[in-house]
């Protein structure tokens, strides 16, 4: 990660020496849906195992080099899975419907490359990586329109890494703001299991993986 820090911190640099007069910079805040989901491998076979919908949030800021631009983010992201949990004790059996819920601050630094500048509008793909940090891991299982809540934190590490990428418009609105809208995908290249956790009984490693639609607004 230091590594990855001190490559693009020199890009920056570099990216500004060579084009100080079209550098501009942009602060703002978006939001939107995170559709993800926990991989595991081997496959838990979850029945109804599903993606799960969750918000994603922050605030962002943009150094515009003429076509290159670089985009640090700060988030936050909730994670997981749905899926169900079959009750075979009882005839006919029943499920209960579970959700595992990972909260994460994640801090993408992606680099930006504009492809269609069409008058307003400025079309660009982007994509770099994602160091995440852990908040909080919960399991909320409901039956019959109950719900319980268990801490499952100590089952996942408190960090992950990623690899995010999509693409994006920015939307001039004359003498106002600039409108940001996104589509991307994360995908996770660590193992995020914690070395005690109870999964590693059935399982030996999950990762995170999604896409996200976000909106924003920049100045």
């Known amino acids: ?119 307003p509008l400025k079309f660009y793909i982007f994509g770099g990586p994602s160091y995440g940090i852990l908040l909080k891991a919960e399991l909320a299982q409901t039956y019959q329109g109950t719900t319980e809540t268990e801490d499952i934190k100590s089952d996942f590490k408190n960090s992950a890494l990623a690899i995010v990428g999509g693409l994006g418009v920015d939307i001039k609105i004359p003498l106002l703001f600039k409108l940001t809208v996104d589509a991307r995908y994360h995908y996770g290249l660590n193992n995020i299991l914690s070395d005690t956790s109870s999964l590693l009984e059935e399982t030996d490693k999950a990762r995170n993986s999604g896409f996200s639609i976000m909106v924003g607004l920049s100045f």
């Open 1 to 119: 990660m230091k590594k990855t820090t001190v490559f693009c911190l020199a890009l920056v640099l570099v990216l500004l020496s060579t084009s100080p007069a079209q550098a501009l910079i942009d602060f703002g805040f978006k939001g939107g849906i995170n559709n993800s989901k926990t991989l595991f491998s081997p496959s838990l076979n979850f029945p109804g195992e599903d993606y799960l919908q969750g918000t994603t949030f922050g605030l962002f800021m943009t150094f515009n080099l003429g076509r290159i631009g670089l985009q640090p983010e700060v988030l936050y992201s909730r994670r997981g899975l749905e899926f169900q949990i079959p009750v075979i004790a009882v005839d006919p059996p029943y499920y209960i419907d579970s959700k595992a819920r990972l909260d994460y601050i994640e801090i993408p630094l992606l680099v930006r490359l504009n492809i269609l500048p069409a008058g």
